[in-house]
């Protein structure tokens, strides 16, 4: 099988005046379908740029990146973000939210971006703020919610293209231990419904809900632990 | 706030073309309008500056009585006169004000020349005539009286610079809102109260044929040339025909506004600057908002048009607020323009298209003005824009 995402002796080395710092060291990670990955180090490790890798938000300096079997450095950046917008979905530890939109309109721009008509736009945001307990909610910006309320909008979002992976950077980070949970359990219920789920956190704890665990210290992965 | 600051560049110089234009439109329209009352078969000859000086100014090098008798003797002419212009005193029922005399000319086709030229018409008693020495026609705001305590009547007596005439007229009301205030006294009389020397302000002549006017007109000009001992194209002299004195005023309207709408172009230019420098700043605070979206899928075409549509949005608001700012300013001119001055004699004329065209002219400084931070922000890679 395909894998949907696979990293192939990735470096990406960044140079800071005469400095170079290496912070990935060729590292391979294949994530499969239907697959719940997690990636997981401590602060320094590589693990946000991995993270970029494996979102194809940034270009490896040596390596190959496979998105749905495309090399991402042979795309142009506006292909690049549309099979970014399909297939990929975004949570981030930040929620990163539009705080000038309201969750309904957040949930919506995903979809604005890939020419969905108005309609259909706002009934399936409509339906995704139902799944994730926001019906109450809709008409609210993001600063007049509590974190757990936004990292929910956040989900709605990345689900709104209905992509294949939902890639989730310290989704749990800024939230107490209990919303943490709540929102642990919704990733759980989208993987059992057949979503790709990758996530990357310094978090052990966080880390196990994971069917397979990839270590990565200094830019390699040392460790890989399958459940 | 930044925003409407920013604003104030567009909006400014799209206030002054719109109200500019249109208060110019309107006076051109004037002034053509006036001038057309004269017709096309007279010659109007006046001294002027070699600058331009408002007629009847003491700069320039008179016109005399001695030009006028040279002039009318010039073939071509069926009659001419001349007229003096000056502003004196008027007195009566103890209230003192400054009008304009004009002198009517002696003798009766002279006369009839000047009350074409001027298309004087009373309202009430009747005209001047030879003979009639302090007696005195008053112009229709002195009917209508809006200047003494007491209305004046015919029969009345009037102080003009202190020497008492008798009123036996009122003119009707005129085109040119400024010859309503005006006086027509006989020219003897006039020299004799105002206490005036030879010179002639100006010398009004009607040809015979109208094919001939720029021949007598050539004459004319040779004529004076030889008297005052000047080179042509030297000329302290104008000799016009009324559709030339209009084109004359009209190419320094069109001097003058060319340099206010100079004035207002570079006013766009720097408000043009302004929203750029606004969309840089934002495009520098939203690096995040940026990132957001190119990591949900938004291509650079769809940020770069985000930009774009938002500074070119500033632009039309600041168009739309400098034509209503435009033809607010344009209308208070107008209206102090007809309290203090003449009634009539400033008028705003909006032309659709003018307006149309700023407010397009807005949205295309602001759209410009954004295509470089739009670029920027299209440009940005996404992790760079997401890094905090």
């Known amino acids: 099988m395909q894998p949907i995402i696979e990293l192939k002796d990735v470096w990406k080395i960044y140079e800071i005046g005469s400095v170079k710092i290496n912070a990935l060291q060729g590292i391979n990670i294949k994530v499969n379908k239907g697959e719940f990955v997690s990636v997981q180090g401590p602060s320094g490790s590589g693990k946000s740029t991995a993270l970029n890798m494996l979102g194809s938000l940034d270009i490896p300096t040596k390596g190959t990146v496979y998105l749905d079997g495309h090399d991402i450095s042979k795309l142009t950046e506006s292909n690049l973000a549309t099979i970014r917008g399909k297939k990929i979905g975004f949570v981030f530890q930040q929620f990163n939210l539009i705080n000038t939109l309201t969750a309904k309109e957040n949930v919506m721009l995903p979809m604005i971006f890939q020419g969905v008509e108005k309609e259909e736009r706002v009934k399936k945001a409509e339906e995704l703020l139902k799944i994730v307990d926001l019906q109450d909610r809709m008409d609210n910006r993001p600063t007049e919610m509590s974190g757990g309320q936004q990292q929910r909008v956040a989900i709605a979002r990345a689900l709104a293209n209905d992509p294949e992976v939902i890639l989730a950077d310290e989704p749990t980070g800024n939230l107490d231990s209990k919303t943490g949970v709540s929102v642990m359990d919704f990733l759980h219920k989208l993987n059992k419904e057949g979503k790709t789920i990758i996530m990357v956190t310094h978090d052990e704890y966080t880390a196990k809900n994971a069917d397979r665990i990839e270590y990565l210290v200094d830019g390699e992965i040392t460790k890989t632990v399958k459940k | ?388």
């Open chain 2, 1 to 388: 706030m930044r925003s409407w600051l920013t604003l104030l560049g567009i909006f400014i110089g799209i206030a002054a073309v719109v109200s500019l234009v249109a208060l110019g439109d309107g006076l051109r329209a004037a002034i053509t309008e006036q001038f057309s009352d004269a017709g096309t078969d007279k010659l109007i000859i006046q001294a002027q500056n070699v600058g331009f000086a408002p007629p009847g100014s003491t700069a320039v090098n008179k016109l005399t009585v001695d030009d006028y008798e040279a002039i009318k003797k010039i073939r071509g002419f069926k009659v001419v006169a001349y007229r003096l212009l000056r502003s004196s005193s008027l007195e009566f029922s103890d209230t003192k004000t400054f009008s304009f005399f004009i002198s009517m000319p002696e003798g009766n086709e002279e006369r009839k020349l000047v009350e074409d030229a001027m298309s004087l018409e009373p309202i009430d008693g009747r005209m001047l005539k030879t003979g009639d020495k302090y007696k005195l026609v008053l112009g229709y705001n002195f009917f209508k009286n809006d200047i003494f305590d007491k209305k004046p009547k015919i029969g009345n007596k009037i102080l003009a610079n202190g020497m008492e005439f008798e009123i036996i007229g009122f003119l009707d009301k005129m085109s040119n809102p400024q010859f309503n205030g005006i006086v027509l006294i006989n020219e003897d009389a006039m020299v004799d109260a105002l206490a005036l020397d030879d010179s002639v302000d100006i010398i009004t002549g009607q040809v015979i044929n109208v094919n001939d006017i720029d021949d007598v007109a050539e004459r004319v000009k040779k004529e004076l040339r030889k008297r005052r001992d000047v080179d042509e194209g030297e000329e302290d002299f104008s000799v016009e025909t009324p559709q030339q004195a209009v084109e004359t005023f009209n190419s320094i309207l069109d001097v003058v506004q060319a340099v206010i709408v100079g004035i207002a172009a570079i006013s766009l230019l720097v408000g043009g600057i302004g929203i750029a420098n606004t969309m840089f700043t934002s495009v520098l605070e939203r690096r995040k908002e940026i990132g957001i979206m190119k990591a949900i899928g938004a291509r650079n075409n769809s940020i770069m048009t985000l930009f774009l549509l938002e500074s070119g949005t500033l632009g039309l608001v600041g168009g739309v607020l400098g034509v209503v700012l435009g033809i607010i300013f344009a209308k208070l001119v107008e209206i102090i323009g007809n309290n203090f001055l003449a009634e009539g004699l400033i008028v705003a004329r909006f032309n659709p298209l003018v307006i149309i065209g700023a407010l397009l002219f807005g949205f295309l400084i602001g759209t410009l003005s954004g295509i470089i931070p739009a670029r920027q922000a299209a440009g940005l890679p996404p992790v760079d824009a997401l890094r905090k």
